[in-house]
């Protein structure tokens, strides 16, 4: 849980007013990461301090390979030969979403290029995935900031961490999250959880998974996504409610004068820029204040999948679990 909050004063870390604030912590990462194991690192307090202090763009990518420990499951030559496996059936898919998704990164278009590739090959991997546009916004953003491999990498170890269950054919884990995020915005603001889920009936698992399964890219702005990514890679999924949480305070009033559904959902999923603090540690401080017991969320997360889950193998007359544990790597020399 982060019970800290970043002083009003920070300045944004990637602020030309700020070099030298930005080169102080750029050499206190360079000299913490050595020194915290990776297997360790979401548990350290000075890892928690710097996250919150800040993340200079020129070591990112390395700070998220640590927080994943994304090294200790990378096996060399296994990218390499996933990627010589026949196309997946959402080949086409990807590659169109390649273009849609980042129109402006054309690097990341071309068939044979590195986000088809980074896909292609965890799919292979990672069979049961049922794939979606959000596994290409996700993998998409880290391939702009890692090397393609270590892009593979750390995607894989996010998505076993957190986020596979999402991506499941059985749709209990995003089912348990959208009813729990609904309650947390009931909790904090029982007049938008009326205007949401009674006055307009949306779905609570069309916000979550607009959200959840794409960790919020092209709902946030750059910036304000990669601190979200920062805290999230260390805390967990119960930061995605928060930045829920705090998205719906920003657009409230938006929202209460919503006349039609589409109207809600597009204030959720594309906020307004003006509707949001004016920067990305602003946004962060936002987040982290809101109303919400992280532990309670972690503790009803596990009761409510295993209700869910009883209920789901009831209906489905003893259907399989909330996710599979299929792996399909190749060998290597």
Same mark, same amino acid.
């Given at each position: 849980?982060?019970?800290?909050?970043?002083?009003?004063?920070?300045?944004?870390?990637?602020?030309?007013?700020?070099?030298?604030?930005?080169?102080?912590?750029?050499?206190?990462?360079?000299?913490?990461?050595?020194? +915290?194991?990776?297997?360790?690192?979401?548990?350290?307090?000075?890892?928690?301090?710097?996250?919150?202090?800040? &993340?200079?763009?020129?070591?990112?990518?390395? &700070?998220? $390979?640590?927080?994943?420990?994304?090294?200790?499951?990378?096996?060399?030559?296994?990218?390499?030969? !996933?990627? #010589?496996?026949?196309?997946?059936?959402?080949?086409?898919?990807?590659?169109?979403?390649? @273009?849609?998704?980042?129109?402006?990164?054309?690097?990341?278009?071309?068939?044979?290029?590195?986000?088809?590739?980074?896909?292609?090959?965890?799919?292979?991997?990672?069979?049961?995935?049922?794939?979606?546009?959000?596994?290409?916004?996700?993998?998409?953003? !880290? /391939?702009?900031?890692?090397?393609?491999?270590?892009?593979?990498?750390?995607?894989?170890?996010?998505?076993?961490?957190?986020?596979?269950? *999402?991506?499941?054919?059985?749709?209990?884990?995003?089912?348990?999250?959208?009813?729990?995020?609904?309650?947390?915005?009931?909790?904090?603001?029982?007049?938008?959880? @009326?205007?949401?889920?009674?006055?307009?009936?949306?779905?609570?698992?069309?916000?979550?998974?607009?959200?959840?399964?794409? /960790?919020? +890219?092209?709902?946030?702005?750059?910036? *304000?996504?990669?601190? &979200?990514?920062?805290?999230?890679?260390?805390?967990?999924?119960? /930061?995605?409610?928060?930045?829920? !949480?705090?998205?719906?305070? $920003?657009?409230?009033?938006?929202?209460?004068?919503?006349?039609?559904?589409?109207?809600?959902?597009? *204030?959720?999923?594309?906020?307004?820029?003006?509707?949001?603090?004016?920067?990305?540690?602003?946004?962060?401080?936002?987040?982290?204040?809101?109303?919400?017991?992280?532990?309670?969320?972690?503790?009803?997360? +596990? #009761?409510?999948?295993?209700?869910?889950?009883?209920?789901?193998?009831?209906?489905?007359?003893?259907?399989?679990?909330?996710?599979?544990?299929?792996?399909?790597?190749?060998?290597?020399?």
């Amino acid at each position: 849980m982060f019970p800290d909050v970043i002083s009003s004063g920070t300045p944004p870390v990637e602020s030309p007013t700020s070099i030298d604030a930005h080169r102080q912590r750029e050499v206190k990462w360079m000299a913490l990461l050595p020194l +915290v194991p990776p297997s360790q690192a979401r548990r350290n307090k000075k890892v928690k301090r710097l996250l919150l202090d800040g &993340v200079p763009s020129s070591v990112r990518y390395l &700070v998220w $390979c640590h927080l994943s420990d994304s090294k200790a499951r990378a096996i060399p030559g296994v990218y390499a030969q !996933l990627g #010589k496996r026949q196309r997946v059936p959402a080949f086409s898919d990807i590659e169109n979403d390649a @273009k849609t998704y980042f129109p402006d990164q054309t690097q990341l278009h071309p068939f044979d290029g590195p986000l088809v590739s980074l896909l292609q090959a965890y799919l292979n991997m990672v069979p049961d995935i049922q794939y979606s546009s959000g596994l290409t916004s996700i993998a998409g953003h !880290l /391939l702009l900031l890692s090397p393609e491999e270590d892009a593979f990498w750390i995607f894989a170890s996010m998505m076993d961490a957190h986020l596979r269950p *999402y991506f499941s054919a059985n749709t209990i884990q995003l089912e348990v999250d959208a009813a729990l995020l609904s309650k947390a915005i009931e909790t904090n603001d029982p007049a938008v959880c @009326k205007k949401l889920y009674v006055t307009f009936s949306i779905p609570p698992s069309a916000i979550a998974k607009s959200w959840f399964s794409t /960790l919020f +890219v092209g709902t946030l702005p750059v910036d *304000y996504l990669h601190r &979200v990514w920062d805290i999230f890679l260390y805390e967990g999924v119960t /930061l995605l409610f928060r930045v829920g !949480l705090a998205l719906v305070q $920003c657009v409230r009033h938006l929202l209460l004068q919503a006349t039609s559904e589409e109207a809600a959902m597009e *204030y959720l999923v594309h906020p307004p820029l003006a509707c949001l603090p004016s920067t990305a540690d602003a946004f962060l401080n936002q987040v982290l204040m809101m109303k919400l017991k992280d532990d309670d969320v972690r503790k009803q997360r +596990v #009761k409510m999948e295993a209700q869910v889950k009883r209920q789901t193998q009831s209906r489905t007359n003893g259907s399989s679990g909330m996710q599979t544990a299929s792996i399909s790597l190749p060998k290597t020399c």
